[in-house]
């Protein structure tokens, strides 16, 4: 249950909205303008969580290959709108192409694990998957192959 519900809350796309919902409010306190460039990095998950980073054993799901591929799957599928009108960014990159160490302490951010890999972290017998795009009528196959 508080499981399930934690992780289904962090990994939707509503949290990161609402960030930058903030943020662009706060760029107009700024600068008065609405529309003002606006760039998003380092949006992704962790699997398993990083080395530095307590575990939660109430929650063994938390940094699941599922859990990852279930936060990616909702970056993907975002049309970069924000809600109340307000403009979304001009971009937003993944975090990141491959797992890293940061200061020493491995992390598993990566849809590949290492540079030399040739298969996605996410990769099912190397079949592509689809995925309905929030607004449109269509699927589009993204990087979750």
């Known amino acids: 249950g508080d499981c399930k519900a934690k992780v289904s809350t962090a990994t939707h796309i509503t949290y990161t909205k609402s960030i930058l919902q903030a943020a662009r409010k706060r760029i107009k306190m700024i600068t008065g303008n609405d529309d003002d460039t606006m760039w998003v990095g380092e949006n992704g998950w962790s699997s398993p969580m990083a080395s530095d980073h307590p575990k939660f054993p109430f929650c063994p799901d938390y940094d699941s290959l599922s859990t990852f591929r279930t936060a990616y799957e909702s970056f993907l599928t975002w049309d970069m709108t924000l809600d109340d009108g307000l403009k979304?960014?001009?971009w937003a990159f993944y975090?990141?192409?491959?797992?890293?160490f940061n200061g020493g302490a491995g992390e598993s951010f990566g849809l590949i694990r290492?540079?030399?890999?040739?298969t996605c972290k996410l990769s099912r017998q190397?079949?592509?998957?689809?995925?309905k795009s929030p607004g449109?009528?269509?699927t589009r196959t993204g990087?979750?192959?």
């Open 114 to 118: 290492t540079c030399t890999d040739t």
């Open 136 to 138: 449109t009528n269509g």
């Open 95 to 100: 975090f990141t192409m491959r797992d890293s």
């Open 88 to 90: 979304g960014p001009d």
């Open 126 to 131: 190397g079949s592509a998957t689809s995925v």
């Open 143 to 145: 990087m979750i192959i």
